[in-house]
């Protein structure tokens, strides 16, 4: 079987010192995935809410700016995970500046691809690879969409001993699934250890590390931060890693590095943490009800005003960001806000 030289290199170590964790699997790929690519868009892998319509964007930019204006006008800076293609900022920055908003901008972002589509939108930005070097002077106004489903998940399964990883594994080229021999009951919550043989606990390190950092940063420093994403309230048991390759579901086993792997986000794993920063939380609401509360109607209706022959796509647009069956209900957004901040809207 000819290999790609991701595919090799990971089978190559597996052969060498066995099978591997999933998060590792699952990093390794996806920093390969998207250091190489833009794979958003139509002719890419997959689409995003900000690439669908320039109105959740800009909505996005008002929410932060009504919550800037409340809050007494403080110096805030603007602070983007994981911005794809900056379409999201350059919508939030514009909608922004109307109101008199004009923050400074940090995207984290690793990949060079996207680093470079990022500039192309917003050339002002300053990049990051985490939040380390982001300023401590002012609060922080953050927004992350779809980036926390793209960092790497561990998954542990119930057998009839206990509780133990799932690794991965390859024979003869093939990579796949295996058990792993040791036990991790401890790791599982109390309230999951009975479940039933069979049953998957995801839990994502890489994300509560994130969510750790921002919490004290907004605790220290004052801000909100919005993140938004499909995912459910946790922690549950129940499998969601996925893979998507030219816009539909791909094993996630194939071919790493040359396909989108995610798993739903666990909001409540998330907001626990928050938690523990003393941080306000908000959410998490399904899209469709936040949109529509930030007025996607009104704007909606004013954009087809201006470009009649454009008012059907505006309309399936709207749909497709808010329809239950599209993306309004499995999406959701988290708020978590400094002690003290305005309450925000939406929620
Ligand atoms: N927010 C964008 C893009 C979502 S795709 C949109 O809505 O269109 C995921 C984004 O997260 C990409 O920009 C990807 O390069 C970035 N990303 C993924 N893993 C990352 C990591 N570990 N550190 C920083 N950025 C990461």
């Not at 190559?12 to 390794?28: D, F, H, K, R, T």
């Not at 792993?180 to 998957?200: M, N, Y």
């Not at 201006?306 to 069956?325: N, Q, S, V, Y």
């Amino acid at each position: 079987m000819i290999q790609a030289p991701l595919a090799q290199r990971l089978a190559e170590g597996i052969a060498a010192s066995g099978p591997i964790p999933l998060a590792q699997y699952m990093a390794e790929a996806n920093a390969h995935y998207y250091a190489t690519r833009d794979p958003i868009g139509a002719r890419g892998d997959f689409t995003t809410a900000p690439e669908i319509s320039q109105m959740f964007g800009e909505l996005i930019g008002l929410w932060f700016a009504d919550l800037w204006d409340r809050g007494d006008r403080p110096p805030v800076r603007y602070v983007e995970f994981g911005p794809g293609r900056g379409t999201l900022a350059a919508d939030a920055l514009r909608a922004m500046r109307k109101v008199g908003l004009e923050p400074p901008v940090h995207f984290i972002e690793t990949s060079p691809v996207l680093r470079a589509a990022q500039a192309e939108r917003v050339p002002d930005a300053e990049w990051h690879v985490d939040l380390v070097g982001v300023p401590d002077d002012a609060a922080l106004l953050i927004v992350a969409n779809e980036f926390f489903d793209a960092l790497p998940i561990r998954q542990f399964v119930k057998t009839g001993e206990g509780w133990f990883e799932r690794l991965v594994d390859c024979t003869s080229g093939v990579f796949h699934g295996v058990v792993g021999d040791r036990r991790f009951d401890q790791i599982v919550p109390q309230t999951l250890r009975d479940a039933p043989e069979g049953s998957i606990l995801e839990t994502c390190p890489a994300a509560i590390a994130v969510m750790r950092q921002l919490a004290a940063r907004l605790h220290h420093q004052g801000g909100v931060a919005l993140i938004a994403d499909y995912g459910y309230r946790g922690p549950a048991t129940g499998e969601t890693l996925q893979a998507v390759r030219g816009h539909a579901y791909a094993d996630p086993f194939a071919d790493p590095g040359e396909q989108d792997l995610t798993a739903h986000v666990d909001f409540g794993t998330l907001a626990q943490e928050a938690v523990a920063e003393d941080l306000e939380i908000y959410g998490p609401v399904e899209q469709g009800p936040f949109l529509e509360a930030l007025g996607i109607g009104p704007r909606a209706a004013s954009l087809a005003a201006a470009a009649p022959d454009r008012a059907e796509d505006i309309d399936i647009a709207k749909r497709r960001l808010t329809g239950p069956d599209a993306m309004g209900h499995l999406f959701k957004m988290l708020a978590v806000a400094a002690p003290g901040a305005p309450e925000p809207a939406g929620f």
